[in-house]
């Protein structure tokens, strides 16, 4: 059973002899303390593709990025959090990053090349798109810096592990966690724009004032309109209603009683 945390962690990191003081399949092991992380930098690792060697800091350099954690030999939730961040990200402006990278070092480019095949029906992915494996010491590095912990069952042969989506500002810095594989392509704009509160830009002071409409519920993962502002709309429609009404009441008299 692997858990990257020295929290947790019995044996010096080696594949298959880490384990939980909590027990096989307790998931509150790798819950994510979010507070902890919130505005810290990722680390920069060095990021092995099937065209070559990409340092994370250089490809998301300037542009707010959605970071996901994968392992390529998964068939359950890690393919479908791919193929569904993928798809929606074809709708989405080009100068978002997205990053999917494996926490298992066992993974090669052989898995990596099958797990792009079957998940995005290519290996040729669009420029703003990075998909990658790395080496044991990178895995622990960037995982440590973003919270990211999980666990090997050796009797199932699999991980458990947060299914969330790091979003990452433009400098690089963790702003937002999304969790579930099913995530909405409106929390995905939003939670980008969430990103860049770090580094606005012309282009997009639209999009944060429509974020100032929404707050994000960590309870369901997901944006809400803020209830703050439809009371606040509420009072104002109240506020009109009343000078309407008192405007006609007065019109009215001066017509009876010229």
Request: with cysteine.
């Amino acid at each position: 059973m692997i858990v990257l945390s020295t929290l947790f962690a019995r044996e010096p990191y080696e594949y298959g002899r880490y384990t939980s003081y909590y027990g096989e399949q307790d998931v509150s092991v790798v819950k994510i303390q979010e507070d902890l992380f919130i505005g810290k930098e990722v680390a920069d690792v060095r990021v092995k593709t099937l065209s070559g060697e990409v340092r994370l800091k250089e490809f998301i350099k300037g542009k707010p990025t959605a970071l996901l954690f994968a392992y390529y030999t998964c068939d359950t939730v890690c393919p479908i959090t791919a193929e569904n961040l993928y798809k929606l990200s074809k709708n989405l402006p080009k100068d978002y990053r997205y990053v999917v990278l494996s926490f298992d070092e066992r993974d090669n480019l052989n898995t990596m090349k099958e797990f792009m095949q079957k998940n995005f029906r290519t290996t040729n992915l669009p420029d703003n798109w990075l998909v990658g494996i790395l080496s044991k010491e990178d895995i622990r590095a960037i995982t440590q810096s973003v919270g990211y912990k999980f666990y090997f069952i050796d009797r199932d042969k699999i991980f458990i592990h947060p299914n969330v989506t790091v979003f990452l500002s433009p400098e690089g810095r963790v702003m937002r966690y999304l969790y579930g594989a099913f995530l909405r392509d409106k929390d995905i704009s939003l939670a980008f724009v969430d990103a860049q509160r770090e580094k606005p830009s012309i282009n997009n002071i639209v999009d944060l004032a429509i974020l100032a409409c929404y707050r994000y519920d960590h309870a369901r993962s997901r944006y809400v309109i803020d209830p703050t502002l439809i009371f606040a709309g509420i009072g104002i429609l109240g506020v009109i209603g009343t000078f309407t009404l008192a405007y006609f009441y007065s019109r009215n008299r001066k017509e009876v009683h010229p």
